[in-house]
């Protein structure tokens, strides 16, 4: 990441308090826990009319917009915030019905006495049930620090690795947080992309699964009626990308009126597409008092704004180096002429084993392209790009996820976030514009400490960005695949 100028920094300073970091460097709690089956939203409220009385923020970005002070905030749990419900609760547990289909699930809705332990956090008991229903035994370094500082009510900046645990990270605060008992929209998550938007939606409702808490994905492409059905069913949390969140804004099928959290997830990646008028029209929809919480992998100049015009001193925590690759991942390249990048493709899917791979292309046209050669020649594979209908991302996805599809190519649409543990190898076959974009691809890789390997395709016209990426990864980390395609000219 460029080192954002000095003068420029000392703009965005705050005029009191410098942000508390914390930070670990930690990995060794992250665990290598395969990854849950998808979740099944939990069923749907009958609707109850919307309370009138919030105030929206329609108010133009604010530095301050209520008087929390934090104390030092320097170690531990913050404990002057504005807490969300916790231990010391008086409220009974609301044991409901079984959830139709979902056997003898056992439903506590409303706020529950956090007197469960998750490693050194405290959760309720119904969240503790769906923790260990998906095999979390002990919360990762992001999740340590980020669910007691949710928790409390704080603004919050994270800047975590992929793959470091930081969907349940926010989602478990917001299984907390989130009050069933109502209709209203309490907690909005922005996402860059539609498949992230499934993703996270999937994994909130399964931490909220015993909470009778309805987690819904909005995105562009679907239907729009069965996210209206939805909506009007009743939605207590919901996970969407910005430009069909405004879809449902205008058409006033979507009140945020009452959200008390707004999660920004990926939010460098959701600025680089265009997305900062979206969010910030969003965002005034919610009330001033909401929580703002911020998750990104960089912090450039664009970020640092959103951050100090939306959020109140947030406090910023970041787990390991983020701009680093991680570890485990064995990072190959190979020198291929791009005339003769198709049969490298052939003899490095032919000659390397993996489980399932994950193949880059800078353009659609080059993903459609590619789909097909390879077709042409017996590889089961296919294709994700934007252009394609919301139905085949879907199916795609689907098939990606579960493991019958072994072989995916794709657009950057799928370098962020996404999270299948089961890929094994990443193939740059276009190389990737900068050295961040090259970070995300192979982040795909060695997911939750897995192994993992990562083929970058240098080409003809791509030394010098191939340069940058050896200064920030290291020669030593970067080791040359030769291709038999160019042992005749050895011989
Ligand atoms: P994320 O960084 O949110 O994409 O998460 C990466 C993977 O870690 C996902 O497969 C999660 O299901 C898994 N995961 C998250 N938290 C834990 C935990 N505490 N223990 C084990 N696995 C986890």
């Known amino acids: 990441m460029k080192a954002v100028p000095r003068f420029l920094s000392a703009l965005f300073e705050r005029p009191s308090k410098a942000p508390v970091e914390a930070r670990t460097t930690d990995q060794s709690a992250v665990l290598d826990t395969p990854s849950p089956a998808n979740a099944q939203p939990a069923n749907a409220q009958p609707a109850n009319a919307q309370p009138a009385n919030a105030q929206p923020d329609t108010a133009p970005p604010r530095r301050r917009r209520r008087g929390r002070g934090r104390g030092n905030g320097r170690s531990g749990p913050p404990t002057n915030g504005r807490p969300h419900s916790g231990p010391g609760q008086d409220e009974r547990a609301v044991l409901a019905p079984p959830q139709p289909g979902s056997g003898a699930v056992s439903t506590e809705i409303g706020p529950q006495p956090r007197d469960r332990r998750f490693g050194q956090l405290m959760v309720s008991a119904p969240v503790s049930r769906a923790l260990s229903d998906l095999g979390y035994v002990t919360p990762t370094p992001i999740q340590d620090l980020a669910v007691p500082r949710m928790l409390s009510g704080i603004d919050m900046v994270g800047q975590a690795q992929t793959g470091t645990g930081k969907t349940a990270a926010f989602g478990i605060p917001i299984a907390e947080a989130v009050d069933g008992r109502t209709n209203d929209v309490q907690a909005i998550v922005l996402v860059p992309t539609r498949e992230l938007a499934q993703q996270v939606a999937n994994e909130i409702a399964q931490i909220a699964k015993h909470r009778g808490i309805n987690v819904t994905a909005i995105y562009g492409g679907q239907p729009i009626k069965r996210q209206l059905d939805a909506l009007e069913r009743g939605v207590h949390v919901v996970v969407g990308t910005p430009g069909r969140v405004i879809d449902h804004l205008d058409r006033r099928t979507l009140d945020l009126a009452r959200v008390r959290i707004a999660v920004l997830?990926?939010?460098?990646?959701?600025?680089?597409?265009?997305?900062?008028?979206?969010?910030?029209?969003?965002?005034?929809?919610?009330?001033?008092?909401?929580?703002?919480?911020?998750?990104?992998?960089?912090?450039?100049?664009?970020?640092?704004?959103?951050?100090?015009?939306?959020?109140?001193?947030?406090?910023?925590?970041?787990?390991?180096?983020?701009?680093?690759?991680?570890?485990?991942?064995?990072?190959?390249?190979?020198?291929?002429?791009?005339?003769?990048?198709?049969?490298?493709?052939?003899?490095?899917?032919?000659?390397?084993?993996?489980?399932?791979?994950?193949?880059?292309?800078?353009?659609?046209?080059?993903?459609?392209?590619?789909?097909?050669?390879?077709?042409?020649?017996?590889?089961?594979?296919?294709?994700?790009?934007?252009?394609?209908?919301?139905?085949?991302?879907?199916?795609?996805?689907?098939?990606?996820?579960?493991?019958?599809?072994?072989?995916?190519?794709?657009?950057?649409?799928?370098?962020?976030?996404?999270?299948?543990?089961?890929?094994?190898?990443?193939i740059s076959y276009d190389m990737p514009d900068n050295v961040e974009e090259y970070l995300h691809r192979i982040g795909r890789t060695a997911r939750m400490g897995r192994p993992g390997t990562a083929v970058t395709f240098v080409g003809e016209w791509d030394f010098d960005a191939f340069e940058a990426i050896k200064r920030q990864v290291g020669e030593e980390s970067l080791e040359k695949l030769e291709l038999s395609i160019y042992d005749k000219y050895l011989a």
């Open 265 to 426: 997830d990926e939010a460098d990646q959701m600025l680089d597409i265009g997305f900062f008028p979206d969010i910030r029209r969003i965002l005034q929809h919610t009330p001033r008092s909401r929580q703002t919480v911020l998750f990104t992998a960089t912090a450039p100049t664009q970020i640092r704004r959103l951050i100090y015009s939306y959020l109140n001193e947030p406090e910023w925590i970041q787990v390991g180096q983020v701009e680093e690759p991680v570890d485990e991942v064995q990072q190959l390249f190979c020198e291929v002429a791009e005339r003769d990048k198709q049969a490298a493709m052939m003899e490095v899917l032919r000659t390397k084993e993996y489980d399932q791979a994950l193949i880059f292309r800078r353009t659609q046209i080059g993903v459609d392209k590619l789909v097909s050669f390879l077709v042409r020649r017996g590889f089961a594979i296919d294709g994700i790009h934007g252009s394609m209908p919301q139905g085949k991302r879907d199916s795609v996805m689907r098939a990606f996820r579960q493991g019958t599809l072994k072989l995916l190519v794709a657009t950057n649409l799928a370098s962020r976030g996404l999270d299948i543990p089961a890929v094994s190898t990443v």
